[in-house]
């Protein structure tokens, strides 16, 4: 059986409110009628919240303005509908700016106050709606940074999944910039503390004794300079959850402090006497080696076993390049939104040299590589930074020299190969666009004269089988093409 509806009337007229209480209740609902806007607010006040309340403008002592008024301060999601014998322009716009959701001129048919109270029942449903929205998109946000598409990625995803209702520290591991913060994030808006606070500390930014006063507090004249006390980021993550990022970097004796709070679930803030009670969960993460850190002393064992219950390894961007495109998309999305522009539509030789390139950075180069590229708007641009850092990392990375032949040069060594290298570059280029010279030479960033020459240079005239370059050889020898335009 429905629950019907409750509607308060609040008219100071005995007619008017027997008229609306029979009209109402022949309908279905629940209805109770009062004289005056005291009698109104004392029972929203005690508690009782009727789905309507009818409510007159001309009444003695509390008209129904200030009535209104005094509902809106006690809650303000009230459904109110107003009724006046008086349609002034200033009346209606100051309670439909205090809250009322409609407002009906007496005498009024009975279908404008159907219409006036479905008006109501939508608006209450929309409002509904959109905050169950904002809360779902609070809760899925980091999700949206979470693209996985590779299978390592999918693997996290459901590990994620598995431990984040599980009250257990995590362990997350990784290279600076894969995400770590991201896990950790979508960790704890899928546990059961996703409504208490989320803290995270780095406590590679901090030497030792502030980072200690950071993470557990101080009293007033613990040290000098302390002139008031001060809760630390263990206490204002209480109930929720902490995250301690460059956890390997935090000092030896700092570390089994934080061991003794995670056995003990209590501390003493610096200069303090007394214990302070915790509950927290703690997530860990780090960019080191841990084994080799425990090896040398600069990360304690029991410390380690105690913060690896459960584990995540999150793997470079280089690999799971699947991912480069989504990301690039998303990044794109977020910062045209972001600056107030219109995102800008990467070429496919754009998208082909940022799933080519390593990203040593990983994530956070990639987004700071799309920031400035909606920034700037230059495709071409864009590209030819792709291929010049990827040439300076290839120079920079320690690889196997070719031996020097005792007849050869220095110079005519290096003309030599730059050659070889240049040919691969333009022959792979020529492929990938079918042989479309101009598309080629806005690949290789130089000018369409210039590639036909090299093209002559190289006897590229036609079509030919040859070897892939592989693409860090394509990479440098672009680079090194587009050092010789016309």
């Known amino acids: 059986m ?71 301060q006690v809650d303000r999601s009230l459904n109110v509908i107003m009724l006046s014998c008086s349609n002034e322009v200033g009346t209606v716009v100051e309670a439909i700016r205090i809250g009322a959701h409609d407002y009906l001129t007496k005498p009024f048919e009975k279908t404008e106050l159907d219409a006036a109270m479905l008006k109501s029942r939508q608006k209450k449903q929309l409002a509904t709606e959109n905050q169950a929205l904002r809360d779902y998109c609070d809760q899925v946000t980091e999700d949206l940074s979470f693209l996985a598409a590779s299978p390592q990625m999918v693997r996290i995803r459901q590990q994620i999944l598995q431990i984040a209702p599980v009250d257990v520290p995590v362990f997350i591991c990784g290279e600076s910039g894969v995400g770590k913060e ?48 001060k809760p630390g980021k263990f206490e204002m993550a209480n109930k929720g959850t902490i995250f301690l990022d460059e956890i390997a970097e935090m000092s030896t004796h700092l570390q089994a402090k934080l061991l003794h709070v995670l056995q003990d679930h209590q ?70 939104e972001k600056f107030g522009k219109t995102p800008p539509g990467p070429s496919k030789y754009l998208l082909d040299a940022a799933v080519n390139y390593p990203w ?67 022959a792979d280029a020529l492929e990938k666009t079918r042989w479309c010279r101009k598309d080629a030479a806005k690949m290789l960033g130089i000018s369409y004269k210039a590639l036909l020459y090299k093209m002559r240079q ?29």
């Open 458 to 486: 190289f006897n590229l005239d036609t079509p030919r089988a040859r070897k892939p370059a592989s693409p860090s050889a394509v990479e440098e020898a672009t680079s090194a093409v587009g050092t010789r335009r016309d």
């Open 2 to 72: 429905a629950v019907k509806e409750k509607i308060l009337v609040v008219d100071d007229e005995p007619s008017i409110r027997k008229y609306l209480q029979t009209l109402l209740e022949v309908d279905g609902f629940d209805v109770e009628a009062v004289s005056s806007g005291k009698d109104a607010l004392a029972r929203v006040n005690k508690g009782e919240r009727p789905d309507f309340i009818i409510l007159d403008v001309l009444m003695p002592e509390m008209n129904g303005i200030e009535t209104l008024k005094e509902l809106m």
């Open 360 to 426: 040593p950075g990983n994530l956070r180069e990639l987004e700071n590589f799309v920031k400035r590229y909606v920034i700037l708007e230059d495709d071409e641009g864009s590209l030819r930074e792709l291929v010049e850092m990827s040439a300076t990392r290839q120079r920079t990375s320690p690889r196997e020299e070719p031996a020097l032949p005792k007849e050869q040069g220095l110079k005519a060594l290096v003309r030599g190969l730059k050659d070889e290298a240049e040919m691969e570059a333009i």
């Open 182 to 229: 991201v896990v950790s994030r979508m960790i704890h808006l899928r546990s059961k503390r996703r409504n208490q606070p989320f803290v995270k500390v780095n406590c590679a930014a901090l030497p030792g004794e502030l980072l200690e006063s950071e993470l557990f507090g101080f009293e007033q004249g613990a040290f000098t300079g302390a002139v008031r006390s």
């Open 267 to 336: 501390y003493s803030r610096l200069g303090g006497r007394h214990l302070v009670e915790t509950d927290v969960r703690v997530l860990a993460a780090t960019n080191v080696d841990v084994h080799e850190a425990m090896k040398t002393g600069r990360f304690r064992e029991d410390l380690y076993y105690r913060l690896n219950v459960l584990s995540i390894n999150v793997p470079p961007l280089r690999e799971r390049t699947a991912e480069i495109p989504l990301l690039f998309r998303h990044f794109l999305t977020k910062y045209s």
